[in-house]
């Protein structure tokens, strides 16, 4: 017999609704039963495609990663590199809200129960934080953050906006300090904490805010 072919629209489907159950349900909720109905398939599919749901809730977290350096990417350098860290921000919130079950499941909002994720998928998504950590170093080469180590900064920022954007995604931002505002003026903070004057702050923060998604 020739191998069953894998479609690519079924993986996709069930990778979507995995992240949906988990997000909503929890561990409890999420079965291979409960997830083959969702997309209207056979349990089997659920072996067929990923062997099991410890590799499936794997292959979610990677995936998540990948939509999300796929994002940053989009951020291109400029001759502001303070500016190019903003656009990063507003691309990472961007992304946590055009997906927001996957970004539950990516960062461990969602309880996973006793699927097999090692330290390593967890880990597995800091290249994303290059683009980041490319930008901050620019900012200190151009003298507008304090010399320091790039990573530690970058990781503190990402640190800061991820807790923002999860207070976001839990609905807890509201009126009449909701998300928006606190956003940039998160960002603010960030840019004038790493040493960046508060004028330059906000011209380089009016640029970035001229070249954000339209979805933010």
Sequence with gaps: MSPRRIDPNLTNALLEAAARLLAEEGAAGFTTRRLAAAVGTSTTAVYTHFGGMDNLVRTLVHKGFARLHQRMSTVRATADAVADVIALGYAYRANSLAHPQLYQVMFGSTALGGFALADGDRQH????????????????????????????????????????????????????????????????????????????????????????????
């Design 125 to 216: 998504g800091r290249y994303t934080l290059e683009p980041l950590v490319d930008a901050v170093a620019r900012a200190n080469a151009q003298g507008r953050f304090r010399v320091g180590d790039p990573l530690l900064v970058a990781q503190n920022m990402w640190i800061a906006l991820h807790g923002l954007v999860s207070l976001e995604l839990g609905g807890y931002l509201i009126a009449p300090y909701g998300a928006d505002i606190c956003f940039e003026a998160q960002l603010r903070s960030l840019m004038v904490g790493a040493g960046d004057d508060h004028e330059a702050t906000d011209a380089s923060l009016a640029r970035a805010r001229r070249r954000r998604s339209p979805r933010v």
